[in-house]
């Protein structure tokens, strides 16, 4: 598979990802109809220690690090392989059951991607 795109919500609140592969490693992409870059985060796996450790680049003045973090922490720890996630979303005048929405979405559409390439959630 060379991507995978899937989409998660309604109205406002919905979300897309685009999933690509870089030889073996996963790269998301998360974002809306306003898509830009707001945070990257790269997780890579320690087999010796088995865990994941993550680090984010956020962007002056944007608030997607928490979904970067999550997304690309939870993908490079039940897959045990290196991930990397851009995520920008944008809603004027965004309310904070909005932003439930959004972050619940975020959740939904990883599990989705790590069914639909790996098999498992």
Do not use: W
Request: overall charge neutral.
């Amino acid at each position: 598979m060379d991507k995978l795109e899937l989409s998660e919500g309604k109205g406002r609140t919905t979300v897309r990802v685009s999933a690509h592969f870089m030889g073996g490693d996963l790269v998301l992409f998360i974002y809306n109809k306003q898509a830009h870059i707001g945070a990257v985060a790269v997780a890579d796996y320690d087999h010796k220690e088995g865990r994941a450790s993550t680090s984010v680049i956020t962007r002056l003045g944007h608030k997607e690090d928490a979904v970067a973090r999550n997304a690309a922490h939870t993908i490079c720890k039940r897959t045990q392989k290196p991930a990397c996630v851009i995520v920008g979303i944008h809603l004027d005048n965004i309310t904070e059951t909005e932003i439930t929405h959004i972050v619940r979405n975020c959740t939904t559409l990883i599990d989705r991607v790590l069914h639909e390439l790996y098999g498992t959630q």
